[in-house]
């Protein structure tokens, strides 16, 4: 049982590049969640979804797009890299049926130059 | 206003110390509340709930209350594996679940 899982663990983008940050879960939760982290504002949720095929947005989406096409996965894209997207990316996927308990993937640190 | 405050610290104690920390939540319909625990560079990781009558895991007490919006945990016996940031997080229910977070607290304890 792998959790949650999350790749690359590292990114260096140049600004304007687009990449996708991989998000992956086997615990057959329907709600994920992506999150930035950033020094002295804590966690800030970007998008979410609630189930495969429905996604919405967070407190800061824009610049990133996300899908869910299965239960399993919930890619996260950025669609033309900024240095304000310089930070720590969080997957989470939470156990609704269990006091709503998040786990995280081991994050991916992205620096845009 | 942040949805969540929490003091930032650093605490810095000895071992053995108790310690506590505090939080206060913005919004009145905020219906879960947590703590999580982050070590430095690792991922968020779920240190417990924290229920309307309180609740104990081993040195670990948390309390709610809802009336003044504020959140607290205790750590008793403070040991050199407790340094770590810990998380204030509330949920409430919008269009789907929605979590908030504290900016941490962060804890280290000396020996």
């Known amino acids: 049982n792998a959790g949650v899982t999350q790749t690359p663990k590292f990114q260096v983008l140049k600004t304007g590049q687009s990449m996708t940050l991989q998000c992956a879960q086997d615990?057959?939760?329907?709600?994920m969640s992506w999150y930035r982290q950033d020094p002295g504002m804590g966690l800030r949720l970007i998008h979410y979804?609630?189930?495969?095929?429905?996604?919405d947005q967070g407190e800061v989406p824009n610049g990133y797009n996300v899908s869910r096409s299965t239960t399993e996965d919930f890619p996260l894209r950025l669609l033309s890299a900024a240095p304000s997207q310089t930070s720590v990316y969080f997957c989470?996927?939470?156990?609704?049926?269990?006091?709503?308990?998040?786990?995280f993937g081991p994050g991916t640190r992205l620096t845009v130059t | 206003r942040k949805e969540v405050e929490q003091d930032p610290g650093p605490f810095n104690v000895p071992e053995g110390a108790t310690v506590a920390f505090n939080c206060t939540y913005s919004n009145s319909a905020s219906q879960s509340f947590f703590w999580y625990r982050q070590d430095c560079r690792k991922e968020p990781k779920l240190l417990m709930s924290v229920y309307s009558s309180g609740n104990e895991d081993g040195r670990f007490t948390a309390q709610l209350n809802r009336a003044s919006q504020y959140i607290s945990l205790l750590i008793r016996d403070s040991k050199l594996s407790d340094s770590a940031t810990y998380l204030c997080?509330?949920?409430?229910?919008?269009?789907?679940?929605?979590?908030?977070f504290g900016t941490g607290t962060s804890l280290t304890v000396i020996p």
């Open positions: 997080v509330v949920q409430r229910q919008l269009t789907g679940n929605q979590f908030y």
């Open positions: 615990m057959n939760h329907e709600y």
């Open positions: 979804s609630v189930g495969a095929g429905i996604t």
């Open positions: 989470a996927s939470t156990d609704r049926g269990n006091s709503y308990e998040q786990y």
